[in-house]
């Protein structure tokens, strides 16, 4: 699977470097997914423990790359503080949810509604990654959807679901589209306030 997303406009070339925030609960597949998009293969790996475990930049092709950053969320409120100041200068959110674990999607939501409603992520655009599509008994992207309540998230942030396997790498790539694509949104919108003011 190849990096290539859509070229960055001219009148936006401080988004050359983009960062970007990987969340969800251990185990729901942060770091398969980053080795895939990094090594275009599905590579083994050890969960991780709660703590800031990866940093992964991926390039896109020229001199641009997105940054990833990776955190545990749940269970772990001594860490919060921490991942939440990275949150305030992230330019998105991915937030990566096992779709093959019906009984942790409760504890995922519980997260995921957290995250969006903090002050420090307000209009911050997130994917919300449905992970383990792969997997037989995996519910579908409109079954997550619903057990995650994304249709109430009625907030001034934008979010997108998206469905993808770490295995096959199927989804990665439009999902990062996407992501891009609310990202630029995002800054034209914030520059064309900031001229008006
Ligand atoms: P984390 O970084 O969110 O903690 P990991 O999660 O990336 O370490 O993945 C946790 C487990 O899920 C790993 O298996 C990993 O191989 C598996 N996994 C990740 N993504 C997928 C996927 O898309 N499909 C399937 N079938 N499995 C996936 P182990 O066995 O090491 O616990």
Same mark, same amino acid.
């Given at each position: 699977?190849?990096? &290539?997303?859509?070229?960055?406009?001219?009148?936006?070339?401080?988004?050359?470097?983009?960062?970007?925030?990987? =969340?969800?609960? +251990?185990?729901?597949?942060?770091?398969?997914?980053?080795?895939?998009?990094?090594? &275009?293969?599905?590579? /083994?790996?050890?969960?991780?423990?709660?703590?800031?475990?990866?940093? #992964?930049?991926?390039?896109?092709?020229?001199?641009?790359?997105i940054?990833?950053?990776v955190? $545990?969320? !749940? !269970?772990?409120?001594?860490?919060?503080?921490?991942?939440?100041?990275?949150?305030?200068?992230t $330019?998105g959110?991915?937030?990566?949810? $096992? *779709?093959?674990?019906?009984?942790?999607?409760?504890?995922?939501?519980?997260?995921?509604?957290? #995250?969006?409603?903090?002050?420090?992520?307000?209009?911050?655009?997130?994917?919300?990654?449905?992970? /383990?599509? +792969?997997?037989?008994?995996?519910?579908? =992207?409109?079954?997550?959807?619903?057990?995650?309540?994304?249709?109430?998230?009625?907030? *001034?942030?934008?979010?997108?679901?998206? !469905?993808?396997?770490?295995? *096959?790498? &199927? !989804?990665? &790539?439009?999902?990062?589209?996407?992501?891009?694509?609310?990202?630029?949104?995002?800054?034209?919108?914030?520059?064309?306030? /900031?001229?008006?003011?």
């Amino acid at each position: 699977m190849g990096n &290539q997303l859509a070229p960055v406009p001219p009148f936006m070339p401080h988004l050359q470097a983009l960062h970007v925030v990987v =969340v969800g609960l +251990d185990a729901a597949g942060k770091t398969s997914l980053l080795y895939r998009l990094k090594f &275009q293969e599905f590579v /083994k790996s050890a969960p991780t423990k709660g703590f800031n475990m990866e940093k #992964i930049r991926v390039p896109l092709g020229g001199s641009r790359a997105i940054t990833f950053q990776v955190w $545990d969320v !749940g !269970g772990q409120e001594k860490l919060r503080p921490l991942w939440k100041s990275y949150m305030r200068r992230t $330019d998105g959110v991915v937030f990566v949810v $096992d *779709s093959s674990e019906a009984e942790r999607l409760e504890e995922a939501r519980v997260e995921l509604h957290k #995250i969006v409603r903090s002050s420090e992520n307000q209009g911050v655009p997130m994917l919300v990654l449905a992970n /383990k599509q +792969d997997v037989v008994q995996a519910l579908s =992207v409109a079954e997550v959807e619903k057990f995650l309540g994304l249709p109430e998230l009625c907030t *001034s942030t934008s979010n997108h679901i998206q !469905g993808c396997s770490a295995v *096959s790498g &199927q !989804g990665l &790539q439009q999902g990062l589209e996407k992501l891009y694509e609310m990202i630029l949104k995002r800054k034209k919108a914030l520059r064309t306030s /900031k001229k008006k003011r």
